[in-house]
């Protein structure tokens, strides 16, 4: 049966992934987004209605849910600052009023496994939500999911990066509890099929996969499937979650601000207290998918350049979200700016080309150590690092993350803009444009924008102006010269 359905999160990776999944079903989506720049590029968006709103402003709510028959609840947060069990509280408060203000038949709500007795900040914030919900009169169905394996998600990307970059683990004694992992495709499924369940089901329900390990054998079940050697791991008790959310940040791209909720969720088993799940909604037809099985479908998607949604893709806490003024100069900030323009005999395309690949494995075509150690420098201090790379190898779009930058602006074959989301005393831009060249070839502009904090941030922009010139210089020419190369590029 076809229902009007709004999904929240649609920016996020699980309802990225959801959206297309109830298009395919036949659902009319309504999506909500502070900034629906972010979905420009993503292959549905022309299919929904888009309204851009903030869950914390209620008249931004009451707009989204009016008229809707199933309202999908997929926004927590990430971040350990301040009160945010009170912001979680006070959007899921609105929420579940304006639903049932509205006659919303139906509220369907992702949650995390957890154990009974005291919970961790973000684990109790996020059972609270669901408590809240469910007894918002609308009916409502709380997954309880714990770590979701799929390319691309935070938990797997973890998982990845321990076991690759380490051929001995010292780590925290939680490698010992037990933990139920879950497949995004049968998580998926969880949710398509809960938009349709009867009126008189309003409880949480746990989900999880066939299987249950320890999380140091779901390091080792990772190596298996890619080919690694398996890892010797010692527990090691004086890692406190503190600690070890510092050393994941160190060793991995997952920055600390995500770290440690993750780590906190893994502080005690993470497995399925009853399987009451089945009695309301069957298992997909093929079975749950078992965890090698799902590592190797990840596997395979990373390789093939086919990451439909990723946790980088996330809003990163602290970042900078204001887009450029469309003329800095004249924004009443105090601005620095680094220009460079440089000539090449390859095709505008072949420019582009290049372009739109900088970063990730790519890398940023110049000095290629001064970028790790910036990117070094930015996970010391709890920032995303250069490792967090991107979603896709060769094509970008509006909201994807590159390394320490966002992308903010992309008119495809022509001009990308990059918003800095590393650690800074100011905020910082850096942009590409290509021309035709008059005579034939093109015309590369690169552009650095950055306005300082501050004395502070005057002072950081003097101290690397020299370096700048070498890496700014050096990856304008470098990008050129790389176009050129290009098999059929030149024109000249």
Do not use: C
């Amino acid at each position: 049966m076809a229902m009007k359905v709004l999904v929240t999160g649609a920016t996020g990776y699980v309802g990225g992934r959801l959206v297309p999944k109830l298009l395919e079903q036949g659902h009319t989506i309504r999506v909500i987004a502070r900034e629906p720049h972010r979905l420009d590029g993503v292959p549905w968006v022309s299919s929904v209605e888009i309204i851009q709103g903030d869950l914390l402003n209620p008249d931004d709510v009451r707009a989204a849910v009016a008229g809707q028959d199933v309202v999908y609840y997929l926004v927590h947060s990430m971040s350990s600052a301040g009160d945010f069990e009170a912001l979680e509280r006070q959007v899921a408060t609105s929420v579940a009023s304006e639903s049932a203000q509205a006659g919303v038949s139906r509220i369907v709500y992702l949650g995390g496994l957890h154990p009974q007795g005291p919970l961790s900040r973000h684990l109790g914030s996020r059972k609270e939500v669901g408590d809240i919900l469910l007894a918002s009169g609308v009916p409502t169905i709380a997954l309880q999911a714990g770590v979701i394996i799929g390319s691309g998600s935070a938990s797997f990307e973890m998982i990845r990066h321990l076991t690759e970059v380490l051929p001995y683990m010292p780590a925290p004694k939680w490698v010992r509890n037990f933990i139920q992992p879950i497949a995004i495709r049968d998580v998926l499924h969880y949710l398509v099929e809960s938009a349709t369940l009867p009126p008189t089901i309003n409880r949480a329900f746990d989900i999880g996969g066939p299987d249950v390990f320890r999380y140091g054998q779901l390091m080792n079940g990772y190596a298996l499937e890619a080919g690694l050697k398996q890892r010797p791991i010692a527990a090691l008790p004086v890692l406190t979650p503190w600690l070890a959310s510092q050393w994941v940040n160190l060793v991995t791209p997952i920055p600390r601000s995500l770290a440690v909720p993750i780590i906190e969720s893994l502080l005690h088993d993470a497995v399925m207290k009853n399987h009451d799940i089945d009695e309301v909604i069957a298992p997909p037809a093929e079975g749950l998918t078992g965890y090698r099985k799902a590592v190797r479908l990840a596997i395979a998607r990373m390789q093939a350049g086919e990451v439909e949604t990723s946790w980088r893709n996330t809003a990163v806490i602290g970042a900078p979200s204001d887009p450029l003024p469309s003329d800095p100069e004249w924004s009443g900030h105090t601005v620095f700016t680094d220009r460079r323009e440089v000539a090449s005999s390859a095709s505008p395309e072949a420019l582009w080309k290049i372009i739109e690949g900088v970063g990730g494995d790519n890398g940023w075509y110049s000095l290629p150590m001064a970028w790790a150690a910036r990117g070094w420098l930015d996970k010391l201090v709890g920032g995303v690092g250069l490792r967090r790379g991107r979603r896709d190898p060769d094509k970008l779009v509006t909201g994807d993350a590159l390394d320490f930058w966002r992308v903010e602006q992309i008119d495809r074959g022509h001009f990308l803009r990059l918003r800095a989301e590393m650690k800074l005393p100011g905020l910082a831009w850096l942009e590409f444009g290509v021309t035709p060249g008059a005579q034939g070839g093109s015309i590369l502009t690169q552009r650095a924008i950055f306005f300082p904090y501050g004395l502070g941030g005057r002072l950081y922009w003097f101290a690397v102006m020299p370096l700048h010139g070498i890496v700014f210089e050096g990856m304008a020419n470098a990008m050129a010269a790389r176009a050129e190369r290009l098999p059929g590029a030149s024109v000249a």
